[in-house]
């Protein structure tokens, strides 16, 4: 996926989950964050930002924050993201072969899973789950607590029971990671429930990607240690 318009900036300060303070050109601008995550270790004053402009032109924030330098590393951090670059990865072949379907955001039992797909006389579903967080090269998700992620992937589970495939995606916002793993130190009970999953048969993914200030592509898995 490729972004329009893209310009750095210097991040200043977050007042809230939705904005953020950035330095652009030598003036102040309220930026939207693309992001509601916690992004603590990514949100730093003084760091570049990438930002590009907003689609709806009566919007008070004029751009969103979509990208971060992290010391060197470089950081998507649109949480929109992800499910775009899954679908264009899955329709190039590289998910299921001999892919006929791929529909986003469908109700199953309690969820609304990201992608319902067919493939011949195969079908299933999949969640996509953007990660952000990384220490040394290792990848962890979440950042925070979910109860809505632990939620689908026991829904995922309960898939199989009447004959769904299914599968959690997480896509790595950056590239060069060594392993993926559930940040059980954050969130035990998500931790639990992926390995759970697992062990039921639901397939779990973790591919890492090629960041430029202005594309996000999917790239390579990595390991997944659970």
Request: a negative charge; glycine letters at 8%.
């Given at each position: 996926?490729?972004?329009?318009?893209?310009?750095?900036?210097?991040?200043?300060?977050r007042?809230?989950?939705f904005?953020?303070?950035?330095?652009?050109?030598?003036r102040?601008?309220?930026v939207?964050?693309?992001?509601?995550?916690?992004c603590r270790?990514?949100?730093?004053p003084?760091?570049?930002?990438?930002l590009t402009p907003?689609?709806n032109?009566k919007?008070?924030?004029?751009?969103?924050?979509?990208?971060?330098?992290?010391?060197?590393?470089?950081?998507?951090?649109?949480a929109?993201?992800?499910?775009?670059?899954f679908?264009?990865?899955?329709?190039?072949g590289?998910?299921?072969?001999?892919?006929t379907?791929?529909r986003?955001?469908?109700?199953?039992?309690?969820?609304?899973?990201?992608f319902?797909w067919?493939?011949?006389?195969r079908?299933?579903?999949v969640?996509?789950?953007?990660c952000t967080?990384?220490?040394?090269?290792?990848c962890?998700?979440?950042?925070?607590p979910?109860?809505r992620?632990v939620?689908h992937?026991?829904?995922l589970?309960?898939s199989?029971q009447?004959?769904?495939?299914?599968?959690v995606?997480?896509?790595?916002?950056m590239?060069?990671?060594?392993?993926?793993?559930?940040?059980?130190?954050?969130h035990?009970?998500f931790?639990?429930a992926?390995?759970?999953?697992?062990?039921a048969?639901?397939?779990v993914?973790?591919?890492?990607?090629?960041?430029?200030?202005?594309t996000?592509?999917?790239g390579?898995p990595?390991a997944?240690k659970?």
């Amino acid at each position: 996926m490729t972004y329009p318009q893209v310009l750095p900036a210097r991040f200043l300060s977050r007042p809230n989950r939705f904005v953020a303070q950035v330095e652009v050109d030598g003036r102040t601008e309220t930026v939207h964050v693309k992001n509601t995550g916690r992004c603590r270790e990514l949100l730093i004053p003084g760091r570049t930002v990438y930002l590009t402009p907003g689609d709806n032109p009566k919007r008070k924030t004029p751009y969103d924050l979509i990208a971060v330098d992290k010391d060197g590393l470089l950081v998507n951090m649109d949480a929109q993201a992800p499910n775009q670059v899954f679908a264009e990865w899955a329709r190039a072949g590289h998910f299921v072969p001999g892919l006929t379907l791929l529909r986003p955001e469908t109700t199953w039992g309690n969820s609304r899973f990201d992608f319902y797909w067919e493939a011949g006389p195969r079908r299933g579903f999949v969640e996509v789950k953007g990660c952000t967080l990384e220490e040394d090269g290792h990848c962890r998700f979440p950042d925070a607590p979910t109860t809505r992620g632990v939620r689908h992937l026991q829904e995922l589970e309960a898939s199989l029971q009447e004959g769904y495939e299914a599968a959690v995606c997480f896509v790595i916002q950056m590239a060069g990671m060594k392993d993926f793993a559930p940040n059980d130190a954050t969130h035990p009970e998500f931790g639990a429930a992926l390995r759970q999953a697992a062990a039921a048969g639901v397939q779990v993914l973790a591919l890492e990607c090629t960041v430029t200030p202005d594309t996000l592509t999917m790239g390579e898995p990595v390991a997944v240690k659970l």
